[in-house]
T-cell receptor
Framework: EAGVAQSPRYKIIEKRQSVAFWCNPI?????LYWYQQILGQGPKLLIQ????????DSQLPKDRFSAERLKGVDSTLKIQPAKLEDSAVYLC?????????????FGQGTRLTVV | GQSLEQPSEVTAVEGAIVQINCTYQ??????LSWYQQHDGGAPTFLSY????GLEETGRFSSFLSRSDSYGYLLLQELQMKDSASYFC?????????FGAGTTVTVRA
């Protein structure tokens, strides 16, 4: 079974530029998550989709971040314009559902450096 | 609001037992999960507790007390490969939210 695919693996941009990350979840997984993980910290939930609807985006900085999940399958996360504090690893995860005992599978992440 | 607290670091020798505690405050609590993350790697699922009590999976066990809003992960017979960060994560209102993580360092 293929895992969660993310691209690119690494990205370096200048502040005020824009960047987009792509995620393809495990086939059949209805729930998709985007997390931001700053070095030394735990993953912070940015947005959670159930199929193509948003379950939670309370911690998404909506003035600069946007995300979509077209047709309830793959997803893109965009940052425009980027700030220095956006430097982090962006992790995508998916799970069969959003119920209690539902394991989330993570991709390898995109390491973003904003200079 | 929501909060999860766990110790930042634990160091132990090979063969030892380590317990990582996690206390949480949240509404709409469903259950507590544990994930492992090696340096540069992705988090991977270890265990889930939805009901009070102990769940055992090989060398790892996890415990939950819903009345105390408390859980722990027990790592037994520590091996060098267990050096990693361990995160508790709560399922609440269908969201999956992580703590800050505990870095476990295993010494020879």
């Amino acid at each position: 079974e293929a895992g969660v695919a993310q691209s690119p693996r690494y990205k370096i941009i200048e502040k005020r530029q824009s960047v987009a990350f792509w995620c393809n979840p495990i086939s059949g997984h209805a729930t998709l998550y985007w997390y931001q993980q700053i070095l030394g910290q735990g993953p912070k939930l940015l947005i959670q989709f159930q199929n193509n609807g948003v379950v939670d985006d309370s911690q998404l900085p909506k003035d600069r971040f946007s995300a979509e999940r077209l047709k309830g399958v793959d997803s893109t996360l965009k940052i425009q314009p980027a700030k220095l504090e956006d430097s982090a690893v962006y992790l995508c995860a998916s799970s069969l559902g959003a119920g209690g005992n539902t394991e989330a599978f993570f991709g390898q992440g995109t390491r973003l450096t904003v200079v | 609001g929501q909060s999860l607290e766990q110790p930042s670091e634990v160091t132990a020798v090979e063969g030892a037992i380590v317990q990582i505690n996690c206390t949480y405050q949240t509404s709409g609590f469903y259950g507590l999960s544990w994930y492992q993350q090696h340096d540069g790697g992705a988090p991977t699922f270890l265990s889930y507790n939805g009901l009070d009590g102990l769940e055992e999976t090989g060398r790892f066990s996890s415990f939950l007390s819903r009345s105390d809003s408390y859980g722990y992960l027990l790592l037994q017979e520590l091996q060098m490969k267990d050096s990693a960060s361990y995160f508790c994560a709560v399922r609440n209102d269908y969201k999956l939210s992580f703590g800050a993580g505990t870095t476990v360092t295993v010494r020879a």
